[in-house]
C-alpha cells in the first residue's frame, strides 16, 4: 500500500477496529444457541444424568439385574430413539442395574455403527463424515472403559450417546437393514469387487457382507476382503478409522451374533460410498520403492 493511501486508510480504521473486538468477543454460533438446546435442553440432560451417576453406580455395585445377554444390544437400540429422554433413562436403569462399563460402552459403540448400517444414500455425501465421526469416537469411549473403566470416563457414556442422537435425520429415512433384504442365493465375497469398481454399490455391499456372514462365512475373509479394500484404493484416513473402529467393535460381540454382521455390513456400505477413487496408491509405492532401493526415478535420453 502507498504511503498516500496508508494516511487515507488508518483513520477509517482507527474507527471501526475498536468496534469490532466486542462483537467478535461476544460472538456465538447458532449451533451453540440451538442444536443442544432444541426440542430438548441435552447439555442440561447430560448435567443432571452425571451428577447423579455415583448413586447409581452404588447401586448397581450391590445388585446385579442386568440382562448381559441381550440387555447390550436392547440398550443400543434405545439410544437411536427420537426421544432422547427415553435413552438417557434406558443408560440409568443399566447403570443402577449393574451393567459393566464394557457393555455400556459397547451398546453406545454399536448404536452409532447402525447409524453406518442404516445410513440413506439419498443423504449429502458428505454426511458420511457425520456417522463416520461419531462411530469412531463411540469406539474410543467403549475401547477406555474396557482398558481403565472409571465413573469419570463413564460420563462420556452419555455424551456420546447424545452426540449419536444428533445424527438421527441421517437415518430418515433409514436404509433398509440388510436382514430385510429379500433372500437370495449365498454371497460370493468375490462379488464386492463390482462395488469397488462402480458408483452406487453402497447397499449391494452391506447386504454381500451380511448374507456372507448369516450363511455361516468366515469373518476373516469379511475382515481380510474390506481391508483389500483399502490397499487396492487410495484410502483415507477416515476409512483406515472406520475399517479398525468396525473390526475392534466386530470381535467384542460373541461369534455369528447379528450385531457383528451388522457393523461389518455397515463399513462394506461406507466402504463402498467413497470407492472408487483414482487408485494412485501403488504409483506411489512403486516410486518409494525405487527411492529406497537408490534408482533413478528418470534420466536424461
Same mark, same amino acid.
Given at each position: 500500500?502507498? !504511503?498516500?493511501?496508508?494516511?487515507?486508510?488508518?483513520?477509517?480504521?482507527?474507527?471501526?477496529?475498536?468496534?469490532?473486538?466486542?462483537?467478535?468477543?461476544?460472538?456465538?454460533?447458532?449451533?451453540?444457541?440451538?442444536?443442544?438446546?432444541?426440542?430438548?435442553?441435552?447439555?442440561?440432560?447430560?448435567?443432571?444424568?452425571?451428577?447423579?451417576?455415583?448413586?447409581?453406580?452404588?447401586?448397581?455395585?450391590?445388585?446385579?439385574?442386568?440382562?448381559?445377554?441381550?440387555?447390550?444390544?436392547?440398550?443400543? =437400540?434405545?439410544?437411536?430413539?427420537?426421544?432422547?429422554?427415553?435413552?438417557?433413562?434406558?443408560?440409568?436403569?443399566?447403570?443402577?442395574?449393574?451393567?459393566? $462399563?464394557?457393555?455400556?460402552?459397547?451398546?453406545?459403540?454399536?448404536?452409532?455403527?447402525?447409524?453406518?448400517?442404516?445410513?440413506?444414500?439419498?443423504?449429502?455425501?458428505?454426511?458420511?463424515?457425520?456417522?463416520?465421526?461419531?462411530?469412531?469416537?463411540?469406539?474410543?469411549?467403549?475401547?477406555?472403559?474396557?482398558?481403565?473403566?472409571?465413573?469419570?470416563?463413564?460420563?462420556?457414556?452419555?455424551?456420546?450417546? %447424545?452426540?449419536?442422537?444428533?445424527?438421527?435425520?441421517?437415518?430418515?429415512?433409514?436404509?433398509?437393514?440388510?436382514?430385510?433384504?429379500?433372500?437370495?442365493?449365498?454371497?460370493?465375497?468375490?462379488?464386492?469387487?463390482?462395488? =469397488?469398481?462402480?458408483?452406487?454399490?453402497?447397499?449391494?455391499?452391506?447386504?454381500?457382507?451380511?448374507?456372507?456372514?448369516?450363511?455361516?462365512?468366515?469373518?476373516?475373509?469379511?475382515?481380510?476382503?474390506?481391508?483389500?479394500?483399502?490397499?487396492?484404493?487410495?484410502?483415507?484416513?477416515? =476409512?483406515?478409522?472406520?475399517?479398525?473402529?468396525?473390526?475392534?467393535?466386530?470381535?467384542? =460381540?460373541?461369534?455369528?451374533?447379528?450385531?457383528?454382521?451388522?457393523?461389518?455390513?455397515?463399513?462394506?456400505?461406507?466402504?463402498?460410498?467413497?470407492? $472408487?477413487?483414482?487408485?494412485?496408491?501403488?504409483?506411489?509405492? !512403486?516410486?518409494?520403492?525405487? %527411492?529406497?532401493?537408490?534408482?533413478?526415478?528418470?534420466?536424461?535420453?
Amino acid at each position: 500500500m502507498a !504511503r498516500t493511501e496508508a494516511l487515507l486508510w488508518w483513520p477509517a480504521a482507527a474507527e471501526v477496529l475498536p468496534t469490532l473486538v466486542d462483537q467478535t468477543a461476544s460472538a456465538s454460533r447458532s449451533e451453540e444457541r440451538g442444536s443442544w438446546r432444541y426440542p430438548h435442553d441435552l447439555a442440561a440432560m447430560v448435567d443432571a444424568a452425571t451428577a447423579e451417576l455415583p448413586e447409581r453406580l452404588r447401586a448397581g455395585a450391590e445388585r446385579d439385574g442386568f440382562d448381559h445377554d441381550g440387555g447390550v444390544a436392547k440398550l443400543a =437400540w434405545s439410544i437411536l430413539s427420537d426421544d432422547p429422554t427415553e435413552f438417557v433413562t434406558a443408560i440409568d436403569d443399566a447403570i443402577a442395574a449393574g451393567a459393566e $462399563p464394557e457393555e455400556l460402552g459397547r451398546a453406545v459403540a454399536y448404536a452409532a455403527a447402525l447409524r453406518i448400517t442404516r445410513f440413506h444414500t439419498q443423504n449429502d455425501h458428505g454426511d458420511w463424515d457425520e456417522v463416520h465421526h461419531a462411530f469412531t469416537a463411540a469406539n474410543a469411549l467403549h475401547q477406555a472403559l474396557r482398558r481403565a473403566p472409571s465413573p469419570e470416563l463413564l460420563r462420556g457414556v452419555y455424551h456420546t450417546a %447424545l452426540r449419536i442422537h444428533l445424527d438421527r435425520f441421517l437415518n430418515v429415512p433409514a436404509a433398509r437393514l440388510p436382514g430385510l433384504v429379500p433372500a437370495g442365493d449365498a454371497s460370493d465375497l468375490a462379488d464386492l469387487q463390482g462395488c =469397488w469398481d462402480r458408483e452406487g454399490g453402497v447397499d449391494e455391499a452391506g447386504t454381500i457382507v451380511y448374507r456372507f456372514l448369516a450363511g455361516g462365512g468366515d469373518p476373516a475373509e469379511v475382515i481380510a476382503a474390506l481391508g483389500h479394500a483399502l490397499l487396492t484404493e487410495d484410502a483415507e484416513f477416515h =476409512w483406515l478409522q472406520t475399517y479398525e473402529a468396525a473390526v475392534r467393535s466386530f470381535h467384542t =460381540w460373541p461369534l455369528a451374533s447379528e450385531e457383528g454382521a451388522l457393523i461389518l455390513a455397515g463399513t462394506a456400505r461406507f466402504l463402498a460410498a467413497h470407492t $472408487p477413487t483414482r487408485r494412485e496408491l501403488s504409483q506411489v509405492v !512403486r516410486i518409494a520403492t525405487r %527411492l529406497r532401493r537408490g534408482e533413478a526415478l528418470f534420466e536424461e535420453a
